[in-house]
């Protein structure tokens, strides 16, 4: 186990830090590291989970590498002779991708497969998500008729916000929007359905996409535990909550304590790391069907 990543420094290079990612700009391309810190509840927590950032860029560099879809992916080795000869290059290995450059594309697209979260309390109110009508009598994590495309805005805090269709097409083009459409359930498909050989439910995605050379790719992280929900397929039972590959332990210990979600959140305890960390390396040993090399 590696020594947890809570924030790189590469001193000589401009970067942007979001949630997870430190992102630095080599000029003609980025070097996107994921570091091991976490979040919850819209908040980065002060306690990270070791190693979670390479399963992160593992995971999504499996599907980079599966997924009938373009990319940004470049490479997936640390670019060690466009660093400064001090980085800590060992520390980067296997949380670093090198990626194209592109137009972000303003929305999340975000697509359903399963009734929850967000998605169950709107069809709770008024049996839709984002517009779509829905069959009567659903329950929580019932599998959808079909997957749903329910895009969502990009928020500088806070979450994102839920759009229809149609908003989605003010923001980015009818045209754009159903291209995004489209391609999203498609490899929402693609990876669903091999995860469920693997023995994981992928209940829901959020997936990011750019524009580079006139062509849509994909772009960020896919199909991971942080933009997932990865439901056990031997424990699925509709009706209720499901077990998860992500953040539950951290969710559900956070839900028990004092803690009010507006002021800094509480330092994790030693068996939730573990047990997190533990579900994650899972999520991608599942899912890769190799071990995960940094244990």
């Not at 003609?28 to 979040?39: A, Q, V, W």
Request: net charge negative; glycine share 6%.
């Amino acid at each position: 186990m590696g020594t947890p990543i809570i924030q790189t420094s590469i001193p000589e290079l401009p970067v942007r830090r979001g949630k997870v990612r430190d992102i630095y700009d080599l000029r003609d391309c980025l070097l996107m590291i994921s570091t091991d810190r976490i979040s919850a509840f819209d908040w980065v927590l002060p306690t990270p989970i070791a190693d979670k950032g390479r399963v992160l860029t593992q995971i999504s560099c499996f599907w980079f590498d599966r997924l009938d879809a373009p990319n940004h992916l470049l490479s997936s080795d640390v670019p060690a002779d466009r660093l400064p000869p001090d980085t800590d290059l060992e520390a980067l290995e296997g949380r670093s991708i090198v990626v194209r450059k592109c137009d972000v594309v303003p929305i999340e697209c975000v697509v359903r497969g399963y009734l929850e979260g967000s998605g169950w309390r709107e069809y709770q109110q008024n049996q839709q998500i984002c517009g779509i009508p829905l069959p009567p009598g659903l329950v929580q994590c019932d599998q959808l008729p079909t997957p749903l495309f329910t895009p969502a805005t990009k928020e500088e805090s806070g979450h994102d916000i839920n759009v229809s269709f149609e908003q989605a097409a003010d923001i980015v083009g009818l045209d754009t929007a159903a291209a995004l459409r489209d391609r999203s359930i498609e490899i929402y498909r693609q990876g669903a359905d091999w995860a469920r050989k693997q023995g994981i439910l992928i209940a829901d995605t959020k997936f990011e996409w750019g524009w580079s050379d006139g062509q849509l790719i994909l772009i960020d992280e896919v199909m991971t535990p942080d933009s997932s929900r990865f439901w056990p397929a031997d424990h699925y039972e509709p009706g209720h909550a499901q077990r998860s590959f992500d953040k539950q332990f951290v969710r559900e210990w956070l839900s028990a304590t004092d803690w009010d979600k507006n002021s800094e959140p509480p330092t994790l305890p030693d068996d939730i790391v573990a047990n997190t960390r533990a579900k994650y390396i899972e999520a991608y040993e599942r899912l890769a069907g190799e071990a995960f090399r940094w244990k």
